[in-house]
């Protein structure tokens, strides 16, 4: 690699570094959100950990996690921040539809928009708001399906997708209802996050909520149907920020 590539690398893991950990409060913030879903007793899936803030949080409340992340370089970030922690699983690998080996792009400049699906990243770069981006690294990686996950930890607690549009594609490759599930949302690619809606309410029967921007704080005073989520979303401008989604089992 280049010394320019790996000027690039670097200043893009600063970058990932200050973005998810310099914001005041937002660390504290987090950790009170997750252990109003998590104890010492639960399990949860960090499923694109990246740099590991959220893995950070989930593990304050006690719970053993697996933080899954394709990309080599933020995986061994992640394992130098909490590898040492016992009721930490730290694995490098993708989440898709279909186990087996899987393209990885990676922007070294923002590695937190690296993904393995070549069709959002076609259409992502055609985006106002990826217009700085480049993916200029390929790589193979190893893919795991949901199911594969729960087969050999168990079925999550709390479960995060942050997989930069292949969040519908690692649904597609879940078969049982989670209690809890959490997905990024894009507005300039909602149909994804369309078809995650859709996937959940194929599994289980689910009431939605989200967050607006990176801080937890939901936005809807009331729990939403599958319906009401699916239409705030078609109604959102596609160069509004992006968010999260939460679908809770209902019992």
Known sequence: MSFRAKMDRFLGLMRSLLMYYAIPGRG?????????????????FDIGAHVGNRTSAMAAS????VAVEASPCMADVLNALYGRRQKNTLLQK???????EIKL???????????????WKNQMS??????????????????L????????FGKPDYCKIDIEGNEWEALKGLSTAIDVLSFEYIP??????????SRMESLGKYQFNYFAD???????????????????????????RAGEIIAQLQT
Not at 105 to 119: D, E, K, M
């Open 126 to 143: 055609m985006s106002s708001g990826f217009a700085a981006v480049h993916w200029d690294d390929e790589e193979v990686v190893e893919a």
């Open 188 to 197: 300039a690619a909602k149909e994804i996050a369309l078809g995650c809606i």
């Open 105 to 119: 792009f990676s922007s070294r400049r923002h590695p937190t928009v690296s993904t393995v699906n070549s069709t």
């Open 62 to 65: 006690g719970a053993r996690v």
């Open 94 to 100: 993708a989440i898709a539809a279909q186990a087996g």
């Open 214 to 240: 990176e801080r937890p704080i939901y936005a809807a005073a009331e729990w939403l149907s599958g319906k009401q989520m699916a239409r705030y979303l078609e109604d959102l401008d596609e160069n509004s």
């Open 28 to 44: 504290r913030a987090w950790k009170r959100y997750y252990a109003g879903w998590l104890n010492e007793d639960s399990l949860a």
């Open 145 to 152: 399906t949901l199911d594969g996950l729960i087969a050999q």
